[in-house]
């Protein structure tokens, strides 16, 4: 929590301002109630109407102004919010992307998709649901206090008794009835077992086991029903105890007020504004105790985003691509993941001098360049690599549910169509995308479904053939092609990037270049 308040500590002046702002919105009600009251207890008297004007005028301004000071604290409240939560995100995926592989073998998925999407939300409850509307209760409370206090001194020190008692002790028991220390595991066990459901709802729907995996994730999203439970008891305890508050505050401010008009300390018009006051003052508070059953919950939440909150640089200045030739060298390389397995491999790549790495399934060649891109721990030497200057296509690589346009914009934005269809002549794709109804903006489906494995392989490097950078990483780029499509192709891309450093990994014997003076070629068959 302390890493937490630090991370958002820049944006402290706009909440405690967000705060201010509701808590004048809130005051703005207590005053339109107690000059309501005066006005319809004064006009019972029958006094000349200029008695009434300021009034009638205090009750407009009130009213009016209430909705638009609530409606700038809103703005204020969600947009701090949301750049937190922006904040919060962006230095989770940084964290992430700076992780290797193996330091993420023993994290769930859904744990991290829970932290990205549910807790970096969720937390926004502890300043939007919780900080800020207590500190806005606590000012209009104030205010109505102090109204009362200057029509009733003795009365006004014991509501503003009752009502601090009601702020700080309905909290309190909030928080020690919270049912938020199962709900957390919970639900990261809903997520995960989610997440799993989704890949292998193949092999469920083959072997029959889709119904006793339907039949898990609802016995855990029960589990989180009587935990949902739970905290609506939780609300509705809160919520009787500040009923308690305000009618006890009530019942006292008739007698009291009685008593005052008795013995001549206030005028008759005075005790409505006594009365009511208490109203305003009480109203909305059974949202924000609420709220407080859920405050274990955001703490561990919160808890659990500590290690990935990070300084994240606003300064705007993004690292322009570098198109300086680069050298690609590497000497003695063994990625630690074949390591025994793979001999020690030296080799360098140079623009118009590509490189092949070739050899059997299996055998290390990926590793090599997980290990160039710093994925996999090895021993040797490699050049240290830009990020910013590198496109690089891995077996891995994902098409998105969406166009074959969109798809293909991922790595550059700003690309034409018609630099598109070009790179797709180079993939020999064109023709296909031509003969499609919708051409580039057919909808491709998630993974890519409703195209061959050697089609969606030939999508992805044409997507990474579209961005402009120095150093060029393709990762069986030729996979389910035949030999001859997969040379074609290959020289192509070599006259493209004749100009750029090029590597390609590839189990197809490959020749890049008719001249030998420009090949370089090694096998790293084990």
């Not at 205010?143 to 909290?171: K, N, P, Q, R, T």
């Not at 009923?243 to 001549?264: K, M």
């Not at 393709?474 to 040379?487: I, T």
Request: net charge neutral.
């Amino acid at each position: 929590m302390k890493k937490l308040a630090r991370f958002i500590r820049p944006q402290m002046p706009a909440l405690l301002q967000a705060g201010i702002i509701a808590g004048i919105s809130l005051s703005m009600s207590v005053g339109l109630l107690a000059c309501s009251a005066w006005l319809i207890s004064m006009a019972s008297t029958r006094p000349p109407i200029l008695i009434l004007e300021v009034a009638i005028v205090a009750v407009r301004f009130f009213g009016l102004g209430r909705g638009v000071v609530r409606y700038f604290a809103r703005i204020r409240e969600h947009d701090v919010a949301l750049n937190i939560q922006t904040r919060i995100r962006q230095s989770i995926y940084s964290t992430m992307e700076e992780k290797m592989p193996t330091e993420l073998i023993g994290i769930q998925r859904g744990k991290i998709l829970q932290q990205v999407v549910t807790d970096s939300e969720a937390i926004q409850d502890l300043w939007l649901r919780i900080a800020l509307p207590w500190i806005a209760a606590l000012v209009s409370g104030a205010s109505g206090i102090g109204i009362i206090y200057w029509l009733d001194h003795a009365f006004g020190i014991l509501a503003g008794a009752i009502f601090l008692a009601a702020m700080f002790v309905i909290s309190f028991v909030s928080i020690l009835t919270s049912a938020g220390s199962e709900q957390r595991a919970t639900e990261e066990e809903l997520f995960d077992g989610f997440i799993q459901a989704c890949d292998s709802i193949e092999e469920s729907l083959v072997f029959g086991t889709n119904s006793a995996v339907r039949d898990e994730l609802m016995k855990t999203q029960e589990k989180i029903s009587q935990n949902e439970r739970k905290l609506s008891s939780v609300a509705g305890i809160a919520e009787s105890l500040q009923a308690l508050f305000a009618g006890s505050t009530i019942g006292l401010a008739i007698i009291a007020s009685a008593h005052a008009y008795g013995v001549g300390k206030i005028p008759g018009v005075n005790i409505a504004v006594i009365v009511l006051i208490p109203l305003a003052i009480y109203d909305g508070l059974p949202l924000t105790f609420a709220a407080f059953s859920q405050v274990t919950t955001l703490m561990k939440r919160a808890d659990s985003l500590a290690p990935y909150l990070q300084q994240i640089l606003e300064d705007g200045v993004s690292n322009q691509l570098s198109h300086e030739d680069v050298v690609l060298k590497f000497t003695n390389l063994v990625p630690n993941t074949v390591a025994g397995r793979l001999a020690p491999v030296t080799a360098e790549a140079s623009p118009g001098k590509p490189l092949v790495i070739q050899g059997r399934s299996g055998c290390g060649k990926s590793s090599i360049i997980n290990a160039i891109l710093g994925f996999v721990d090895y021993t040797g030497e490699i050049t240290k690599l830009d990020s910013g200057s590198t496109s690089v296509m891995l077996q891995n690589d994902h098409l998105f549910a969406t166009s074959i346009r969109e798809n293909l914009k991922i790595g550059r934005p700003e690309v034409s169509d018609r630099e598109i269809m070009q790179i797709l002549e180079v993939v020999e794709l064109g023709s296909l995308i031509q003969s499609m109804p919708e051409g580039l903006d057919t909808h491709i489906g998630p993974y890519g479904f409703n195209l061959s494995g050697g089609e969606k392989q030939r999508l992805k490097l044409a997507r990474v053939l579209l961005r402009h950078t120095s150093v060029y990483l393709l990762d069986e780029p030729f996979e389910y092609l035949d030999v001859q499509m997969a040379q074609r192709i290959a020289l192509k891309i070599e006259r493209i990037l004749v100009t750029k450093t090029l590597l390609i990994v590839s189990h197809l014997p490959l020749r890049l270049s008719e001249q030998s003076n420009t090949l370089g070629l090694v096998s790293v068959n084990s």
